[in-house]
């Protein structure tokens, strides 16, 4: 496993992010690891989990120093992230859903909405990102989701589809169309919906293939009525907003893919180092050597692009839109191939419930799917080529 020391080793972290990070791993380790198959059996949304992160003050990490947060680098967050989602799948994802549905208020929220809204992260708060609709999902610009300015209010009403965190979040970034904006597009705007506004429904939740303790909800809106101070910029910006948010979300939707293939490999090296058959271990079969060949290589070679990726929005970089879909596509198509393979690995075990990579391979397909299908990111990747 030297190659994968190595590439860890690269990690630059200043002493405080090299603490913190270390008390992640601890935690991801000793903690929500072994409650993972529990939560994956019972489809128990893991607030034990949810807490421990808490108790280390997790949110905080993402949330600017001005705000009462204690903010990292991008480059410590994703380490967080991969390291819970290799440990828990669910948890990772309920934990980086915050820092997705967060994002936009850091970057584009007034001092005062700010100031009022992030503290509910700093007590331990969960939040949702709240695009997708039954009719808009890869082209989330069909949404029909109404938002109606009455006075100080703006009255919402719609439905909204696989929300994750849907059913226990305390802030929803809900995107919505402007009622009084005609243009389809331009219409999009985005506000802060908060937990326990009277109208908002929680429809029911999915029944998945993985992630199966990461809660994803169908919600509705009946006339929910917010005060217009918790729009977010101004009516019509909204698509603005959604697609620079992605932009950082996508990164982190990919340190969760590798995440599962890190821990997909690690068990499947561990599996064949002990197997034997025909007299020798499986280790030592070169039809299997050839394997892992590819799927380490592969996987350095993602995991250098996750931290180039990282060091890149550190830096301060904005046009990393690519490279972010590059990223997202190639970490998930992988983790789906490492997780198949480590499942190929383990023979007739690997099928059943008594190893993890069996849950892995259930929990890696999602990856492929959410924050833009990989087909939505290899027509993204492909187009930017033409000349104009
Ligand atoms: C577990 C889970 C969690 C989720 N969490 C969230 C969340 O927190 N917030 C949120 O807003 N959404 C969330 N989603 C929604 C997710 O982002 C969408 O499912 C995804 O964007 C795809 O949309 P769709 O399911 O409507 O599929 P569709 O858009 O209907 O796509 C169906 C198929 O057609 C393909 N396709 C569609 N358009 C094109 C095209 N132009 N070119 C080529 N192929 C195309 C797709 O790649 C796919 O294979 C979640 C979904 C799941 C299952």
């Known amino acids: ?29 000793d903690v929500v690891a072994p409650r993972a198959e529990h939560h994956d059996r019972s489809g128990e949304f893991p607030h034990d989990n949810v807490k421990a992160i808490n108790e280390l003050g997790l949110n905080a990490m993402f949330i600017p120093e001005a705000y009462g947060g204690a903010q990292m680098s991008y480059v410590s967050y994703l380490e967080c992230v991969r390291e819970l989602s290799k440990a828990c799948a669910s948890t990772g994802i309920v934990w980086a859903t915050n820092f997705h549905a967060i994002k936009p208020l850091i970057d584009f929220g007034t001092e005062e909405q700010k100031k009022r809204l992030l503290p509910v992260m700093l007590d331990g708060g969960i ?44 802030l929803y970034m809900l995107f919505g169309k402007w009622s009084e904006i005609a243009d389809s597009k331009g219409s999009i705007s985005v506000l802060v919906l908060e937990k326990g506004t009277p109208g908002l429904k929680v429809v029911r939740e999915e029944d998945k293939m993985g992630l199966r303790a990461s809660s994803t909800a169908a919600l509705a809106f009946d006339n929910c009525r917010v005060p217009r101070a ?33 821990g997909a490999f690690e068990d499947a090296i561990g599996y064949i180092n002990e197997r034997k058959q025909s007299g020798r271990k499986i280790v030592e079969f070169q039809g299997i050597q050839f394997m892992l060949a590819d799927m380490a290589t592969d996987l350095a070679m993602c995991e250098a692009w996750l931290w180039q990726v990282a060091r890149m929005v550190d830096e301060g970089a904005k046009d990393f839109g690519i490279e972010a879909s590059m ?11 490492i997780a198949t393979d480590a499942v190929q690995l383990h023979g007739g075990y690997g099928y059943c419930k008594d190893y993890r990579v069996e849950r892995l391979m259930r929990d890696a397909k999602i990856t492929q799917i959410w924050e833009g299908t990989n087909q939505i990111h290899r027509q993204l990747i492909g187009r930017s080529f033409i000349k104009r």
């Open 1 to 29: 496993m030297n190659v994968f020391h190595h590439l860890d080793a690269t990690l630059k972290l200043g002493d405080e992010e090299r603490m913190l990070v270390e008390s992640v791993r601890k935690l991801a380790r």
């Open 127 to 170: 939040a949702s990102l709240t695009i997708t609709e039954p009719t808009a999902g890869s082209d989330a610009t069909g949404m029909k989701t109404e938002f109606k300015p009455d006075g100080d209010s703006i009255v919402i009403n719609g439905t909204k589809t696989f929300i994750t965190n849907g059913a226990h979040a305390d």
């Open 230 to 262: 918790n729009l977010l910029g101004n009516p019509g910006e909204g698509l603005k907003i959604l697609l620079a948010s992605l932009n950082k979300s996508r990164p982190s939707v990919a340190a969760h893919a590798l995440g599962i293939a890190r």
């Open 327 to 337: 990223l997202k596509m190639r970490a998930s198509d992988l983790a789906m191939s």
